[in-house]
């Protein structure tokens, strides 16, 4: 069958999605309310659905009455049960998949429950929502006359039963349903390599044959291969490797900091998509051209709660449903799940930029911020002010954390900023002043730290050396998939760590 003929009944099949996705969009509280209830006479049966009384919840009042907000840490002795083998805890269904992340914070691996329920109406809908969204925005597309090329991470066997665990990713390319692995390179094989070096070099061995159309993957990753893939074959663009490339589909990491080097080696017609997947579930994707938010998907099995978050101190702070959130206010995300999470706490915050439909940016992570000194720097404050520093100077970076260095000797403490540059600044110390400064505009906390010295001193830029931040995960053995370096630590260990590979 001619690739025309295939680029267009998948476009026609895929495009039949759009009336349900407007759907939700014209009745968001509603469609949300029915996926509560859904959940919850999925689960009244289980463990914790007799010990909160699933039966007796009728709204969303008694819903929130009745059970507890969790974090990873108290659901983990639930989760530990599942893995050992006992069923219908926290959901009804076989649970036999299990997400590791390893999170932002600390080095210990999650273990996030998959069920089948989550991998079919959740991820895998969410895929093809992906693909449904683009087409119906760019009717002349031909992304189904090529492949996508995905960069995912490994599957390992976890040693009681026949239960797996491994990046999301992995489960996903795994579990893949037959018309979705013919569309993408490389095969399964090769995506499943748990030896990052070794897997890059099969990837660009088979992909650079293929047809691509699309990629995605985590930039940072994303960027390593397709530098590589400049380097060996000596072209100045991707354009002249994959000539039909046209759109980039990229989340996990706030993408600002690898826009300008992605323009520089994709070319100017290749587009940028964003999406939200996290190990917990799909949560939004960017569903017009070049926007900057992304929509938040209602219809997924996921009921979203949201908790203003102004910094580390927001327990007290009201827990409201979609019904009652605002514009341009930090929340922290409160999730319910069809793979049997509970009101859990997922770590990350958002903002709202629009109420209908319900649009969204990420700002940050509830536990990824500096506090040593009483200034209060979250992750969004941290991206703004490096972004726009970036771009005065005209440089580019390609990792960077940010550690507090604390007050010792009756000298004030700072912040060390440790970045590796792709493209350095012409002059560190304006740089340096740029960026402290930015940050005293977008944190008023942080500038009065500043004043005069007295509590906090101007930061410190530790330039690290090519490759230094791959060295330092390759030792983790966190290369590839979704593993990516904490952007802000309240203490030193990772950028003590980093400074002895330096």
């Known amino acids: 069958m001619p690739f025309s003929i295939i680029n267009s009944i998948t476009s026609w099949f895929l495009k039949k999605r759009i009336h349900q996705i407007e759907l939700f969009k014209k009745y968001p509280i509603?469609?949300?309310?029915?996926?509560?209830?859904?959940?919850?006479?999925?689960?009244?049966?289980?463990?914790?659905?007799?010990?909160?009384?699933?039966?007796?919840?009728?709204?969303?009042?008694?819903f929130s009455?009745?059970?507890?907000?969790?974090?990873?840490?108290?659901?983990?002795p639930y989760i530990k049960r599942s893995i050992d083998g006992e069923d219908n805890i926290f959901w009804s269904s076989k649970i036999k998949w299990y997400a590791q992340s390893s999170g932002t914070t600390n080095s210990k691996s999650k273990y996030i429950p998959v069920s089948i329920e989550s991998l079919e109406e959740c991820h895998y809908?969410?895929?093809?929502?992906?693909?449904?969204?683009?087409?119906?925005?760019?009717?002349?597309?031909?992304?189904?006359?090529?492949?996508?090329l995905r960069l995912g991470g490994s599957r390992k066997i976890l040693n009681k039963g026949d239960n797996y665990f491994g990046d999301l990713s992995a489960i996903l390319i795994d579990n893949l349903p037959l018309w979705a692995e013919m569309m993408s390179t490389p095969n399964s094989e090769i995506?499943?390599?748990?030896?990052?070096?070794?897997?890059?070099?099969?990837?660009?061995?088979?992909?650079?044959?293929?047809?691509?159309?699309?990629?995605?993957?985590?930039?940072?990753?994303?960027?390593?291969?397709?530098?590589?893939?400049?380097k060996e074959k000596k072209f100045n663009n991707i354009s002249e490797v994959w000539k039909n490339l046209e759109v980039y589909f990229h989340g996990g990491i706030d993408f600002k900091p690898y826009k300008n080097q992605f323009k520089k080696i994709l070319g100017p017609k290749v587009q940028f998509y964003e999406v939200y997947n996290a190990s917990e579930g799909f949560f939004g994707i960017q569903d017009r051209n070049n926007s900057e938010d992304m929509l938040l998907m209602l219809d997924y099995g996921i009921f979203f709660e949201f908790q203003e978050y102004n910094s580390d101190e927001y327990k007290n702070n009201k827990i409201v449903n979609?019904?009652?959130?605002?514009?341009?206010?930090?929340?922290?995300?409160?999730?319910?799940?069809?793979?049997?999470?509970?009101?859990y706490k997922i770590g990350d915050?958002?903002?709202?930029?629009?109420?209908?439909?319900?649009?969204?940016?990420?700002?940050?992570?509830?536990?990824?911020?500096?506090?040593?000194?009483?200034?209060?720097?979250?992750?969004?404050?941290?991206?703004?002010?490096?972004?726009?520093?970036?771009?005065?100077?005209?440089?580019?970076?390609?990792?960077?954390?940010?550690?507090?260095?604390?007050?010792k000797n009756n000298k004030s403490g700072n912040h060390d900023w440790f970045i590796e540059f792709y493209i350095k600044p012409k002059n560190i110390n304006n740089f340096?002043?740029?960026?402290?400064?930015?940050?005293?505009?977008?944190?008023?906390?942080?500038?009065?730290?500043?004043?005069?010295?007295?509590?906090?001193?101007?930061?410190?830029?530790?330039?690290?050396?090519?490759?230094?931040?791959?060295?330092?995960?390759?030792?983790?053995?966190?290369?590839?998939?979704?593993?990516?370096?904490?952007?802000?630590?309240?203490?030193?260990?990772?950028i003590e760590e980093l400074l002895k590979l330096n």
């Not at 009455?65 to 983990?76: S, V």
């Open 30 to 62: 509603e469609v949300q309310n029915e996926v509560l209830f859904s959940l919850i006479k999925k689960a009244e049966n289980t463990e914790l659905g007799k010990k909160y009384d699933f039966k007796s919840i009728k709204d969303y009042k008694s």
């Open 65 to 76: 009455k009745n059970i507890p907000l969790t974090t990873y840490e108290e659901f983990y």
């Open 125 to 148: 809908r969410a895929g093809k929502d992906v693909l449904c969204l683009y087409i119906n925005n760019n009717e002349k597309s031909n992304l189904f006359s090529g492949k996508s």
């Open 191 to 230: 995506s499943l390599i748990n030896d990052w070096d070794n897997k890059l070099i099969r990837i660009i061995e088979t992909s650079i044959k293929e047809n691509v159309t699309s990629l995605a993957g985590v930039p940072s990753w994303m960027l390593i291969m397709l530098n590589k893939v400049l």
């Open 322 to 343: 979609l019904s009652d959130v605002k514009l341009n206010t930090n929340y922290a995300i409160i999730i319910t799940t069809n793979a049997g999470l509970w009101r």
């Open 349 to 407: 915050t958002i903002k709202f930029t629009s109420l209908d439909p319900y649009r969204f940016k990420i700002s940050g992570r509830t536990k990824n911020f500096i506090n040593a000194f009483g200034e209060e720097l979250i992750i969004e404050n941290a991206e703004k002010a490096i972004n726009k520093t970036l771009s005065k100077h005209k440089s580019t970076v390609c990792e960077y954390t940010v550690a507090p260095n604390f007050i």
């Open 432 to 494: 340096k002043r740029d960026l402290d400064l930015n940050l005293q505009k977008l944190n008023s906390d942080y500038e009065a730290k500043r004043f005069k010295n007295i509590t906090m001193q101007e930061l410190e830029i530790i330039e690290g050396r090519s490759n230094v931040f791959y060295d330092w995960l390759k030792n983790k053995k966190k290369l590839g998939g979704q593993n990516k370096v904490p952007r802000l630590s309240n203490d030193r260990k990772i």
